[in-house]
């Protein structure tokens, strides 16, 4: 059964910074392309951050470019998420996501919220 669970969001002043974690299980992590994607309320879901199965290649949105860095631990099944300098509109719900072909995971999202 496949599951991906994320942790770390909440919320944090401007200018803070945040690190976030999905664990994943069930399938063979590493052969997965992993990524990060946010809905802030009444936006459509976006892209912010995707890096392939052994970790080489990594990129983020535009938005958020030298601010946000994904990585992952292949040995841990774990896709991180660091956010420095957070801005107000970082403001969203985060999910992680597996690819593989015509195969998609989601997990359930964490809520991140930038606020003074």
């Known amino acids: 059964q496949v599951q991906l669970v994320e942790s770390g969001g909440g919320l944090v002043q401007p200018g803070g910074s945040l690190r976030l974690s999905c664990a994943a299980s069930?399938?063979?992590?590493?052969?997965?392309?992993m990524s990060w994607h946010r809905q802030a309320p009444g936006k459509e879901r976006e892209w912010v951050a995707g890096?392939?199965?052994?970790?080489?290649?990594?990129n983020v949105v535009e938005s958020v470019k030298g601010r946000f860095t994904i990585s992952r631990d292949n040995a841990k099944n774990t896709v991180y998420l660091q956010m420095n300098s957070l801005k107000p509109e970082d403001t969203a719900v985060y999910y992680c996501?597996?690819?593989?072909?015509?195969?998609?995971?989601w997990g359930q999202g964490t809520q991140v919220t930038v606020s003074s």
């Open positions: 069930g399938f063979t992590f590493s052969t997965y392309v």
């Open positions: 996501k597996a690819s593989r072909f015509r195969a998609d995971y």
């Open positions: 890096i392939t199965g052994s970790g080489s290649t990594a």
